[in-house]
């Protein structure tokens, strides 16, 4: 999977393990992909290597929630109900161009 990003690809994980979504992006260096946590709301930043940043979606993938350059241990909540909401983390600076609103593609 993909996600569209003003006309940029980035690769798209979904974490839908437990181990997956235990550990995020933690302890990554260089990333330079996205990991989308459905029926999410809330994430943590606990030993993150590098900055990340954050979108966070209802189910119609339109932006609810964003933080850029988000830095490590922090905790996040959106605060919507979290089987209507989902985050994506991403590498920094990817949604400097993105807004409230908007909607997010992702394709398979």
């Known amino acids: 999977m993909?996600?569209?990003i003003k006309k940029k690809k980035l690769k798209l994980i979904i974490a839908d393990n437990f181990f997956l979504r235990?550990?995020?992006?933690?302890?990554k260096k260089n990333i330079n992909?996205?990991?989308?946590f459905p029926k999410c709301n809330s994430i943590h930043t606990m030993f993150m290597k590098?900055?990340?940043?954050i979108l966070g979606i209802n189910n119609h993938n339109k932006v609810i929630y964003k933080y850029?350059?988000?830095?490590?241990n922090k905790i996040i909540i959106i605060n919507n109900k979290r089987e209507n909401t989902s985050i994506i983390e991403l590498p920094k600076n990817t949604?400097?161009?993105i807004k409230i609103n908007d909607f997010?593609?992702?394709k398979k």
Do not use: Q, S, V
Not at 68 to 72: F, I, Q, S, T, V
């Open 22 to 27: 235990l550990t995020g992006l933690m302890f």
């Open 33 to 36: 992909y996205c990991l989308l």
């Open 95 to 97: 949604t400097k161009n």
């Open 68 to 72: 850029e350059n988000l830095p490590k």
């Open 50 to 53: 590098e900055n990340i940043d």
């Open 2 to 4: 993909y996600i569209i």
């Open 104 to 106: 997010i593609e992702i």
